[in-house]
């Protein structure tokens, strides 16, 4: 019994952890079906799964061909099939497929004419083109699936630089609040000088008025004094006002300078390090993948 055999070496990395690259195969063998044991190949082909083949195998056999697939307990076949890659005149096909561990498993026998089939024995030619169209099938199965992988490792690495880039954002927002929230500091704390300086000129000025109001005698005088009292204790009350609000400003914001050194940007830059971490990995996982699909699309 001959065998074929395509295989790559190599190890790629799968959620981190290294597998090796298992071959396709195929061998020209006796197969046995319900109505007889016959000849034909036995095909592997790792990783993909059972249903990704059966689909794939009965639109390759339909291909350019009215006659249908017929599916009689799990054997596949179908008369007339047109496949000018291994044969000008229609063809008869026969075949199964199985799960076999890791590896799908695809039975075929081609019948050329009645009770004709290909083999190494008596039809090498065709037996060689059978074996070149099987293994593209194969080929191109394996090759869908490691380029779905392939895009699905890319779109993680995608989501964790685009990950990356929010914090790097984060974290110039943080650090220009800082540099915005200590220029107002300082502005503010020369405004509260000023204003607890007049605060001390009204209360001074409040005590002159006062002692004054207490020595005059009732009549116009007085009253006009009154209103100037009022006037000044109102200035007092908006100028106390305008302090607090200041000294909570000021609080306000030192608080949240205090939250970003201590909390905000200490934490943003750990889960920076830890995501430049996980995106180096990634691109290892898919470098892994796109050689992978490159060694692939290398058969022959």
């Given at each position: 019994m ?6 790559f ?5 799968f959620?981190c952890?290294?597998?090796a ?5 195929a ?6 079906f319900?109505?007889g ?7 592997t082909?790792p ?8 689909e ?9 061909t009215?006659?249908k697939?017929?599916n009689d307990?799990?054997e596949?076949?179908?008369?007339g099939?047109?496949?000018k890659d291994?044969a ?5 096909v ?9 590896v799908?498993l695809?039975?075929?026998s081609?019948?050329l004419?009645?009770n004709?089939y ?5 039809r090498?030619e065709e037996?060689?083109?059978a074996?070149?169209?099987?293994l593209l ?5 394996y090759l869908?699936l490691a380029?779905e ?6 779109k993680?690495?995608?989501?964790l630089?685009n990950?990356l ?5 984060d ?5 220009k609040?800082i540099?915005s929230?200590t220029?107002t500091?300082?502005?503010?704390n ?9 605060l001390?000129s ?5 005590q002159?008025q006062?002692?004054?109001?207490n020595?005059?005698?009732?009549g116009?005088a007085r009253?006009?004094?009154k ?18 609000s200041?000294e ?6 030192q608080a949240?300078?205090e939250k970003?050194?201590?909390?905000s940007l200490?934490?943003n830059?750990?889960?920076q390090?830890q ?14 993948f796109?050689e992978?699909?490159?060694t692939i699309?290398?058969y022959?």
């Amino acid at each position: 019994m001959k065998t074929f055999i395509i295989s790559f070496t190599g190890y790629f990395i799968f959620s981190c952890i290294s597998i090796a690259q298992r071959p396709i195969t195929a061998e020209d063998s006796k197969i046995t079906f319900k109505h007889g044991t016959i000849p034909g190949f036995m095909l592997t082909i790792p990783e993909v799964t059972y249903k990704a083949v059966e689909e794939s195998w009965i639109k390759s056999l339909e291909k350019g061909t009215k006659s249908k697939v017929q599916n009689d307990a799990g054997e596949l076949s179908i008369f007339g099939a047109i496949i000018k890659d291994i044969a000008e005149a229609p063809i008869n096909v026969y075949s199964y497929i199985r799960n076999q561990d890791t590896v799908i498993l695809l039975a075929a026998s081609f019948e050329l004419k009645k009770n004709e089939y290909i083999s190494m024995e008596g039809r090498r030619e065709e037996s060689a083109k059978a074996r070149d169209y099987l293994l593209l099938f194969a080929k191109d199965n394996y090759l869908n699936l490691a380029e779905e992988q392939l895009l699905s490792e890319e779109k993680i690495l995608n989501k964790l630089e685009n990950d990356l880039k929010s914090l790097e954002d984060d974290k110039t927002k943080l650090e220009k609040m800082i540099q915005s929230n200590t220029t107002t500091i300082v502005a503010t704390n020369d405004e509260l000088i000023i204003l607890r300086t007049n605060l001390l000129s009204l209360n001074d000025e409040l005590q002159a008025q006062t002692n004054q109001y207490n020595m005059l005698e009732e009549g116009p005088a007085r009253d006009e004094k009154k209103k100037y009292i009022d006037d000044l204790e109102k200035r007092i009350t908006n100028t106390s006002k305008d302090i607090e609000s200041g000294e909570k400003k000021v609080a306000d914001m030192q608080a949240e300078i205090e939250k970003a050194q201590n909390d905000s940007l200490p934490a943003n830059i750990k889960e920076q390090e830890q995501t430049g971490k996980a995106i180096d990995q990634q691109k290892e996982v898919v470098r892994s993948f796109r050689e992978k699909c490159n060694t692939i699309r290398g058969y022959r």
